[in-house]
């Protein structure tokens, strides 16, 4: 990163900068229970692989995580059952949207990537052969690389459940195609309950530290995973983290990152810091206006794109 000012003084400007973008966007409503949140919070938290921590608006705040723990899920299913995943989920952007149906029927039931729902569905299922409770595995991680306790929204996790028609559809499909092995509606259960885990911006941006740091936590004091882990992760953010808006975000933030329908998105700057942002109201692929916002302000401030 390249600046004159302090981190402190960057959060500041970027929080002026985003003002014009709220009411652009609208927070997600498929989930109904998602709707309830206030739509103009707003909360950033950058996290330097040095240990020091810079925080803005409501980073303290725990919200919805959603999608954003599919990169927690599959680094959980990359270190325990490893190259094995590949077998089920490919490595390819998708260009389409998160939950799109018919290119997985065309591709014989095999997601382009572990990001979209198909995918992360995919993930869950392996990750259910790891642990009884995958949501609860999933959240526990988080929460020891954050060093933090986290929750699952018991009533974000049933609203989404109820109204999962889509992700039943796309589960189904990849039942048939033998993709999952588990009974569809334990998978369903599973994968809404870990879209429920919720997290702050401050903690999730001390639980995506070892992808700036090369596995190494320097929250935790000790390596959690191996480097070419975090490379691979960061690549796959890069390519597959906010679906058919990567390209754009790669062009305007130049960041791996990756997006939740709750509003958050986290970034990497390998070998510097975290950044992770909040904002509930989502453009049309499901990316937090305000964050999208936010990050490329940072980014043009500090310089720090990797491209
Ligand atoms: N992009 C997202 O955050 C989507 C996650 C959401 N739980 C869903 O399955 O639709």
Not at 33 to 57: C, I, N, T
Not at 163 to 191: C, F, Q, S, W
Not at 277 to 282: A, D, F, H, T
């Amino acid at each position: 990163m390249k600046h004159e000012l302090s981190i402190a003084e960057v959060l500041s400007q970027v929080e002026k900068t985003v003002q014009p973008h709220f009411g652009k966007g609208r927070p997600a409503d498929y989930i109904p229970e998602l709707q309830r949140v206030d739509p103009r919070k707003f909360g950033m938290a950058v996290k330097m692989v040095s240990g020091a921590e810079y925080v803005v608006g409501d980073a303290d705040e725990p919200f919805s995580a959603q999608s954003v723990t599919k990169l927690f899920a599959l680094g959980i299913a990359l270190n325990r059952i490893g190259d094995e995943v590949w077998t089920r989920v490919g490595k390819e952007p998708s260009g389409t949207p998160f939950n799109f149906l018919s290119q997985l029927e065309h591709e014989g039931g095999l997601p382009r990537n572990p990001f979209i729902n198909a995918g992360a569905l995919a993930v869950t299922d392996m990750l259910m052969r790891v642990a009884k409770r995958s949501d609860a595995l999933v959240r526990d991680y988080m929460g020891f690389l954050a060093q933090s306790s986290l929750t699952i929204d018991e009533d974000v996790a049933a609203s989404e459940v109820e109204t999962a028609h889509k992700n039943r559809a796309i589960a189904n499909l990849m039942k048939g195609a033998g993709t999952i092995t588990h009974d569809v509606e334990a998978v369903i259960a599973a994968y809404c309950r870990q879209c429920a885990i919720t997290i702050s911006c401050r903690d999730l941006a001390r639980a995506a530290l070892p992808l700036a740091a090369g596995g190494f936590s320097p929250v935790v004091e000790e390596t959690v995973f191996p480097e070419r882990l975090a490379r691979r992760l960061n690549a796959l953010m890069l390519t597959c983290g906010l679906y058919d808006s990567v390209g754009s975000f790669a062009y305007r933030v130049g960041l791996p990152a990756k997006s939740g329908v709750g509003g958050g998105i986290v970034a990497v700057i390998p070998g510097q810091a975290t950044i992770a942002v909040w904002s509930p109201e989502l453009d049309r692929f499901g990316t937090s206006v305000v964050g999208f916002a936010a990050l490329e302000a940072f980014s043009q401030i500090t310089n720090c794109s990797v491209l």
